[in-house]
């Protein structure tokens, strides 16, 4: 158990005293906080528990918090409890309690973060998803870090994860990709191929010649002059198979490796789509009817109110019913995403996790419905939203790939500043804030860039390890994490002892919260508590980790610093991010 929720538990424990002596019905995990305050000033804790129990006693705030205050301060976790503002409660916790945490930090690792809360509940985390049309680009960049780190987060919570890649592989984007080939395998033979042939539905990038290539390698000549119901198929499956070998190759230089890959058609040859409409039909969920004129077509453009068949999703919260089959008997691309989702609700998911860029805000609602109505409320559905990556050099907008012909690959931007940085600065901001990446500012070994400044830290530390093995012998980590910690008490010492001993709730929260973005700023916070304190060590003798007539500050010193290279250790973990013993 976390420090944070052992002395939270101690004050919620002193709270229903206080609570069952005045006969009060409160559920105080549920209403009361306990939070650390926004303002270090204000201490450790803060609690609202004076305001929410005034309420209900006809009482001043004030005056209730100045009692419960007398409840606290004999706990020995806290040596403060003062009444603030309205009748908020402000809170210091004991020196020791945080002490404890270094010792336990360094005996669990990067376990210290993990918790059984959510154990045996099972999360997909779909993420991705790109068509199989072209090279990914950097909005799949995002994507694919968000949900790798997202699914990292929840495991640390006890989630069992799926990582899971849908391939569009139906619809007419892959006919086109398919006959975009075709124009290029019929020019690796010799054929002109006139400009207008490539319409605008068709892809141009280098990267279909090479698809090209390869199938006039193997199949030399044997399409040609042949009839598009000959050679549509095969180049579709061919040209799909070489994305998605592309995508998977991609996909690995920034660190992420799906656990599943599932076909829109194999679910269409499976039947999913009408297992789906099964699904609805007996739920009462399907009619078919006539959707109003949509809002953007004007009242005197024709518009023909032709039945279809409809999910009665406005039942569930969304703005509109959806059409799942057109009159002329076509699915929609809805459809799609019905038998899809029923296909991973079928494969037991307690909880499903989809990461999207912010185009697909007006998909949130049908979804959302779409999973509510057919695990009859059963399964969790959660959709994040992400920001395109603005590119810069120096300020400046990066020009386009060539070889994608219109967009910048993931593959360009991994090469260009690798995958460490690519990681870190695709989820240094919230997912709905738009992020510039400077390719020129990411890369530099300033104390401005945030990684490097990560980095530095823990490869001071390091060094620091390094120089003491080099005189003293090889640490032992048992004895540090056992060793009297009586010595720390600068406040720069105890300002990096209570952020790692709050690690544990920043995980869980980012996790909770499917936010990743608060692992590299709590990362952050370390990192300028220990530079802060390597500083005024060069200027206070005391504050020295290694002083050579004193052993048992120096264990002490050691034991703080390998429970906060313990804790990068497991912060880089969670991103995806390689620890740097040494900075060049």
Not at 34 to 46: I, Q, R, S, T
Not at 344 to 355: A, F, P
């Amino acid at each position: 158990m976390s420090m944070f929720c052992v002395v939270r538990r101690c004050i919620l424990d002193a709270l229903q005293q206080y609570v069952d002596a005045c006969g009060l019905n409160v559920d105080l995990d549920a209403e009361v906080a306990v939070e650390p305050p926004h303002c270090k000033d204000h201490g450790d804790l803060y609690t609202n528990a004076a305001m929410i129990f005034a309420k209900r006693l006809g009482k001043p705030p004030r005056e209730i918090a100045n009692i419960i205050c007398e409840h606290l301060l004999p706990l020995p976790e806290i040596t403060e409890a003062s009444t603030a503002g309205p009748g908020f409660i402000n809170i210091r916790v004991a020196t020791d309690v945080w002490k404890l945490r270094i010792g336990k930090i360094i005996r669990l690792g990067c376990n210290y973060s993990c918790t059984d809360t959510y154990r045996g509940i099972a999360v997909n985390v779909e993420f991705v998803s790109a068509n199989p049309t072209g090279p990914l680009h950097t909005g799949h960049a995002r994507n694919a870090v968000l949900g790798s780190v997202i699914a990292n987060l929840l495991e640390k919570v006890g989630y069992d994860v799926t990582r899971e890649f849908y391939i569009n592989d139906l619809g007419s984007q892959i006919k086109s990709l398919a006959r975009s080939v075709y124009l290029r395998y019929q020019e690796s033979f010799g054929i002109a191929v006139p400009d207008d042939a490539f319409t605008e539905d068709m892809y141009c990038g280098e990267y279909i010649k090479d698809i090209a290539a390869a199938l006039a390698e193997i199949h030399h000549d044997a399409f040609i002059g042949k009839d598009e119901s000959e050679w549509l198929h095969p180049f579709c499956e061919f040209s799909i198979a070489r994305m998605m070998d592309e995508a998977k190759n991609d996909l690995g230089l920034v660190g992420v490796t799906m656990d599943l890959y599932t076909s829109e058609a194999a679910l269409h040859a499976r039947g999913m789509i009408d297992r789906a409409l099964a699904k609805l039909r007996e739920n009462g969920d399907v009619y078919e009817g006539v959707l109003p004129r949509p809002k953007g077509i004007p009242d005197d453009e024709e518009w023909a109110e032709l039945p279809q068949t409809l999910f009665n999703s406005t039942k569930y919260g969304d703005d509109v019913d959806r059409v799942i089959q057109k009159s002329d008997g076509t699915w929609t691309y809805f459809a799609g995403d019905l038998a899809y989702h029923l296909d991973k609700i079928e494969r037991g998911y307690q909880r499903l996790v989809t990461i999207l860029g912010a185009d697909h805000n007006g998909y949130l609602k049908r979804l959302s419905a779409a999973v509510n109505a057919m695990s009859n409320g059963k399964v969790e559905f959660d959709v994040r939203l992400y920001q395109l990556v603005n590119f810069l050099e120096n300020g400046a907008p990066v020009r386009m790939s060539k070889r994608a012909g219109n967009f910048i690959t993931l593959r360009d931007v991994v090469e260009c500043v690798g995958e460490d940085i690519t990681r870190y600065m695709m989820i240094s901001r919230h997912h709905d804030v738009m992020i510039d990446f400077d390719f020129a500012k990411v890369v530099e070994c300033t104390m401005d860039n945030p990684l490097f400044y990560v980095q530095y830290a823990y490869a001071r530390i390091c060094s620091v390890f390094r120089h003491y093995e080099s005189e003293f012998g090889k640490i032992d980590e048992a004895e540090l994490a056992g060793c009297d910690t009586a010595c720390i008490t600068d406040d720069l010492e105890m300002e990096l002892v209570k952020a790692l001993a709050y690690w544990p709730e920043q995980v869980k929260a980012a996790a909770i919260a499917l936010e990743p973005h608060r692992i590299p700023k709590h990362l952050q916070d370390i990192a300028h508590s220990f530079h802060a304190l390597w500083n005024k060590g060069k200027v206070n003798v005391e504050l020295r980790f290694i002083d050579r007539n004193d052993n048992g500050s120096t264990k002490a010193r050691l034991a703080l610093l390998l429970a906060t290279k313990s804790v990068i250790d497991d912060g880089f973990k969670i991103i995806g991010v390689t620890p740097m013993q040494e900075m060049r």
